[in-house]
């Protein structure tokens, strides 16, 4: 379990302390919400059409095999948002991705694109 470590003068969020000893920041929002879709047309139509080669590629730009991005979205985006400091949860994940997997995948496209991650 971890334990949040309040740092005086600086918010709640700045910094956790999980067990491994590893810190990640964490306030950040999503760049784009779940259902912005047409902010980025072209990453909608390759989940779309192309999704089991857009999924490995996004898990290939996260140094992670590509049969992640196949089999493990869910995983992928847990991940990612832990990786970049973003809010939220794994229950929050899982519910993007159930009830709109290929608007959660989007929305995984759109914030890699927006951090440089892809092109």
């Known amino acids: 379990m971890a334990r949040v470590q309040t740092i005086e003068g600086r918010d709640p969020y700045a910094e956790v302390e999980i067990q491994s000893g590893q810190r990640q920041n964490y306030g950040e929002d999503w760049n784009s919400g779940l259902f912005d879709c047409f902010s980025d047309i072209s990453s909608c139509l390759r989940v ?21 991005g ?5 995983p992928l985006r847990s991940v990612f948002r832990v990786k970049q400091g973003i809010r939220g949860s ?5 519910c993007s991705f159930m009830w709109c997997g290929g608007c959660s995948v989007c929305q995984l496209a759109r914030e890699m694109k927006h951090r440089q991650i892809i092109k």
């Not at 779309?48 to 992640?68: M, Q, R």
């Open 70 to 74: 196949c089999c493990a979205q869910l």
């Open 90 to 94: 794994i229950c929050s994940d899982c």
């Open 48 to 68: 779309a059409c192309c999704g089991c080669i857009y999924g490995p590629y996004l898990a290939t730009k996260l140094d992670e095999h590509c049969c992640v």
